[in-house]
């Protein structure tokens, strides 16, 4: 996949209002769980990074020095090294490990009801230039020929993102990343069902399909659809 955007670069660079420190391990380590990084890859240069993230590059390198402690990332040395992401995506159903109090993951799906939709619906009412076009397009295409459900579960992810990114909002890009990353912390304490993952599909093929057409309406009406069955397949499973 190509594209003249970085999806990378718009999550980590949302605006944020808390310290420094905590605040660039959390942008990190969640860009890292949603696969903005995926496994393997090598995050942007140090210089980059921390201007992309508005820190300083002694702010970053004790960001990354957490990160590594925490075994989401490792750092290899030498002419080609650089930081490179340690954390094989998760199969949904095999982490039961709930850290986030019931409350807060469920308050996040009444907020997810009302971000999402009003995202999809502004991304829709832009006139979008090639490369956002072909940047939603690969994160739809990259969910479509995942190879496993825990492929498709960063995929998904990545392409509501992606959805976000489009609306050239840092503040809805940071309010969709957090809902995402609540929604990824409960979706892969249950398992993978295939007749729910079929449904998704369809739904973020509509969606897609909306936003390049540029019917803001339908876009918002098919993901609050999304968003409730989402929901109600979490309240029914998580208890």
Do not use: W
């Not at 392409?159 to 990824?184: E, F, M, R």
């Amino acid at each position: 996949m190509h594209t003249g955007l970085d999806l990378g670069a718009t999550v980590l660079g949302a605006a944020r209002g808390r310290h420094a420190f905590e605040d660039c391990v959390e942008r990190l380590a969640t860009a890292i769980r949603l696969g903005v990084y995926p496994d393997g890859s090598t995050l942007p240069p140090e210089r980059e990074l921390s201007v992309r993230m508005g820190v300083s590059r002694a702010t970053l390198r004790e960001a990354i020095a957490a990160l590594r402690t925490a075994n989401l990332v490792r750092t290899t040395r030498g002419r080609s090294g650089g930081t490179v992401v340690d954390h094989p995506p998760v199969t949904p159903g095999e982490d039961r490990g709930i850290t986030t109090p019931r409350a807060v993951l469920m308050d996040s799906l009444v907020y997810r009801r009302i971000v999402e939709p009003g995202a999809c619906y502004l991304a829709a009412s832009r006139s979008l230039d090639e490369d956002e076009r072909t940047l939603l397009t690969d994160a739809h295409a990259g969910v479509v020929e995942a190879s496993s459900p825990a492929e498709h579960r960063l995929a998904d992810s990545r392409l509501h993102l992606a959805i976000a990114s489009l609306t050239g909002s840092d503040q809805l890009v940071d309010a969709v990343t957090n809902v995402q990353a609540h929604l990824h912390e409960m979706l892969i304490a249950i398992p993978s069902l295939p007749v729910n993952i079929a449904h998704s599909s369809r739904q973020h093929a509509d969606i897609v399909a909306a936003i390049l057409r540029g019917n803001a309406k339908r876009a918002r009406a098919t993901m609050e659809n999304h968003c409730d069955d989402t929901a109600a397949l979490l309240r029914g499973l998580l208890g």
